[in-house]
């Protein structure tokens, strides 16, 4: 269900390792509808409804640049993702309460004023 909530979003899931899952968005488009895309995935990811509470996922959301390379060789390849963006979406991960998206302070700044991001 991560996958389609992040493909109907117009993204990317590029890795999945247990309740973990990184996705991308590609901001070479506008800004704020890529931003939109995300936060809908978001919505769509923590309102899954599961028989097991404590797989409820939580999420965190960052805007930057990512950089990711493959290792390993013919029988077995890792793809490794790096970069500040995901460090600090990783972090907001940790903090965030099981169903709950948490977003950094920069990126709410930047869509805080938009009639669509604004809490309710």
């Known amino acids: 269900h991560i996958v389609t909530c992040v493909y109907a979003g ?5 890795s999945i390792s247990g309740r973990r899952a990184v996705a991308s968005f590609d ?11 995300a936060l809908d995935a978001a919505l769509d990811i923590v309102s899954i ?9 939580s999420i965190g959301i960052a805007q930057g640049s990512a950089q990711f390379t493959v290792l390993g060789g013919p029988e077995q390849v890792a793809y490794v993702h790096f970069g500040d963006s995901l460090n600090l979406a990783n972090i907001c991960s940790y903090i965030a309460r099981p169903k709950e998206i948490i977003i950094t302070e920069y990126l709410w700044h930047r869509v805080s004023s938009r009639a669509e991001y604004r809490d309710e």
């Open 10 to 14: 117009e993204g990317d899931v590029t």
């Open 27 to 37: 901001l070479a488009s506008d800004f704020y509808e890529t931003i939109k895309h």
């Open 49 to 57: 409804e599961t028989d097991f509470p404590e797989l409820s996922l």
